[in-house]
């Protein structure tokens, strides 16, 4: 098992009263090894919060949240940091490249906290290999301004794998990409995923995108439900 959620639940309070707004509801899930999941529902169902929480980037009002086994709600802050880094990749909307550095630079941020020389040097490897496998070398020491939303967004898709995650969360990845591109992204994160055995769940409106992944799951009303 790489992650699972037990009875997790997510409310907010209204500012301006003290309505409580339910965007999760109790939900279980687990997510094995190899697994390729895409999660669809309407927008504002909570898909994001989901996502989120699964990645330790938000926190669950109740429930418990394991990766590779451990609870991460008891974990310290440093040991929850290094997980982020090392055991989870992510990948969002907007490739959030820092317009100020090159390509390589951008993608190599993931390993500025990595202090083992060999395993740096390891993965700065395999980022250049990702890069030939992905036709980016050759813009490698060109800045984001210089390159289309699609060479961002691959080079986004790098950046998040480049210390070998265990599993890659893309939140609508696609979202800002023309249909081709949008479809070549998502085989590419198919490609990548496999061969680096990491597990996939892709956050997505649309319904083709959906479609390429081996399960889909509906969140809706703060509930789960697998489609297929």
């Given at each position: 098992m790489i992650a699972a959620l037990q009875k997790i639940s997510k409310y907010y309070t209204q500012p301006s009263?003290?309505?409580?707004?339910e965007v999760l509801k109790e939900?279980?899930?687990?997510?094995?090894?190899?697994?390729?999941?895409a999660i669809i529902?309407?927008?504002?169902?909570g898909k994001s919060t989901f996502l989120n929480i699964l990645g330790t980037l938000d926190i669950p009002t109740s429930g418990t949240v394991f990766i590779d086994e451990r609870d991460v709600n008891s974990l310290p802050a440093d040991e929850l940091a290094a997980i982020r880094n090392r055991f989870i990749g992510f990948i969002f909307q907007?490739?959030?490249?820092?317009?100020?550095?090159?390509?390589?630079e951008n993608i190599?941020?993931?390993?500025?906290?990595?202090?083992?020389?060999?395993?740096?040097?390891?993965?700065?490897?395999h980022a250049r290999r990702l890069l030939q496998q992905t036709g980016l070398e050759k813009f490698m020491n060109r800045l984001p301004a210089q390159l289309s939303l699609g060479e961002c967004q691959r080079a986004a898709v790098i950046r998040a794998l480049v210390n070998k995650p265990r599993l890659l969360l893309a939140d609508e990845p696609t979202g800002s990409l023309d249909r081709q591109n949008a479809l070549n992204l998502t085989q590419l994160l198919l490609e990548l995923s496999k061969e680096q055995q990491t597990a996939l769940m892709v956050v997505t409106h649309s319904a083709e995108v959906a479609g390429k992944m081996d399960i889909i799951y509906k969140l809706n009303a703060g509930t789960l439900q697998r489609m297929n």
């Open positions: 009263s003290s309505e409580r707004l939900i279980t899930f687990s997510l094995e090894h190899n697994d390729k999941i529902g309407p927008s504002g169902s907007q490739h959030y490249l820092l317009p100020q550095l090159t390509l390589w190599l941020l993931p390993t500025i906290p990595i202090k083992d020389k060999m395993l740096k040097k390891e993965s700065q490897g």
